[in-house]
């Protein structure tokens, strides 16, 4: 398991030190909600944060989730400004093949992100170019919302889906995530946790990340 701490719900005056600390206690991805107050109702950050970071001295894969539309000159921002890994919503571009391949071409792994209402058959035609599938498990746009109990099932169909295909795609589940909710995703086949308040709220980072790992045993 793969642990992603969320920026969206860091302290932005410090935020290079405080990806260091999520980092040294233990987190593995840096995660970015990346909104444009178009596709979603929220407006966030852009490559320049994830290129700040970069020159900070982040080693860490940076993990982009791109909520915007349309998306293709974003995907190229944030490949240049360091990026590792970028997905997008199916409905963020009219050509989803080409917007892979753009991801794969500027050399970042790529995921497809489906909203809770955005059924499976989406993948059927992509699912085998795709690194990882990132499935909200709240209704993007905004941090600290509750858990879709719900999503469960839809985390076990998708691994059904893809152990069919005999494929390797991860799949990754970002909102509501936290000790209680974690071992539920865990155990119906997600693999990278994007949690946000959970980590970031917490007086003790190192704890907290400790906690979501404990959790899933």
Known sequence: ??????????????????????????????????????????????????SALRDYGVQADIDVHLMVEPVDAMIEAFAKAGASMISFHPDATPHMHRSISLVKDLGCKVG?????????????EVIQYLDYVLLMTVNPGFGGQQ?????????????????????????????????????????AGADIFVAGSAIFNAKDYKHSIDSLRQAVK
């Open 1 to 50: 398991m793969q642990i992603a701490p969320s920026i969206l719900s860091a302290d932005f005056a410090r935020l290079g030190a405080e990806v260091d600390a999520v980092l040294d206690a233990g987190a593995d991805i840096v995660h970015f909600d990346v909104m444009d107050n178009h596709y979603v109702p929220n407006l966030t950050f852009g490559p320049m944060i994830c």
């Open 112 to 124: 497809i992100a489906l909203n809770p209402g955005t059924p499976l058959h989406e993948l059927e």
């Open 147 to 187: 858990f879709i109990p719900q999503s469960t099932d839809k985390i076990k169909r998708l691994k059904q889906m893809i152990e069919t295909r005999k494929l390797s795609t991860l799949i990754e589940v970002d909102g509501g995530i936290n000790a209680e909710t974690i071992k539920q995703t865990y155990d």
